[in-house]
């Protein structure tokens, strides 16, 4: 069962542009949704995060939108740069089952100069 | 700035094989956690850890893995007998509360199994 969709799978943007994310979920327990960001042989590092009690947050150039009636989430990369190339993933946790971290399928993001 | 770190980076071993992936979390962190993932897809929970006991695992984690906390900074994930299917990269995650926070993830062990 796939806790967390993710699209798209893979994604180009001109330097400059707006990368954008998307999540849907089924699971109305779920109360954290991170977005981690993992580059080649790296680990997932945590880029931002918002609990559902919240529909925007904004760290920088970084924005998550949240639809809590939908139940989906979207990460906004404003101003695309080439550094940002990394697959991004989304994730939330359900405190039901131990606050594990259930992952999207991963998007691949290409920011092309 | 703290980090989890894993050891060996990189371990190709023979199928039957038992290995052993190590992980230092991060020093006050009381919550630990494995996750695999395969060549090109997800992120994918094994195990969690808290109290010196696992508190949750997944379909994927059975009789082949064991974990365990032998001292007071080491975690590790055993895999008794490789499978083939077994390898991928292993990352181990800590944090600090059990609450929906921030885990923090190892750079991984890349398991090959041959």
Redesign the interface.
């Known amino acids: 069962q796939q806790q967390v969709k993710q699209s798209p799978q893979s994604l180009i943007v001109q330097k400059g542009g707006i990368s954008i994310i998307n999540c849907a979920y089924e699971n109305t327990a779920f109360?954290?949704f991170?977005w981690?960001q993992q580059f080649p042989?790296?680990?997932?590092?945590?880029l931002i995060?918002i609990?559902p009690d919240v529909s925007e947050k904004k760290e920088g150039r970084f924005t998550i939108s949240f639809n809590k009636s939908a139940k989906q989430f979207s990460l906004h990369i404003m101003d695309s740069q080439p550094g940002d190339s990394a697959t991004y993933?989304c994730a939330a946790?359900d405190?039901n089952?131990?606050?594990?971290?259930?992952?999207?399928?991963?998007t691949s993001l290409t920011v092309i100069p | 700035e703290p980090e989890?770190t894993q050891t060996p980076s990189h371990q190709v071993t023979q199928m039957g094989q038992e290995v052993i992936l190590r992980c230092v979390p991060i020093s006050n962190h009381l919550?630990f956690?494995w996750?695999r993932q395969i060549l090109g897809?997800?992120?994918?929970?094994l195990v969690?850890f808290?109290n010196n006991e696992i508190?949750?695992k997944?379909e994927i984690f059975d009789d082949q893995f064991s974990v365990e906390r032998p001292d007071g900074s080491n975690f590790t994930l055993k895999i008794r007998s490789t499978k083939l299917e077994d390898s991928a990269m292993y990352?181990c995650?800590s944090?600090s509360t059990?609450?929906?926070?921030?885990?923090?993830?190892?750079?991984?062990t890349r398991l090959t199994v041959v």
């Open positions: 109360d954290y991170p981690y042989g790296k680990g997932p590092a945590l995060a609990r993933f946790t405190p089952t131990g606050n594990q971290f259930y992952f999207g399928t991963g | 989890v919550y956690y996750y897809q997800k992120v994918e929970f969690s808290y508190s949750e997944s990352f995650a944090r059990g609450g929906p926070t921030e885990a923090f993830f190892g750079q991984g």
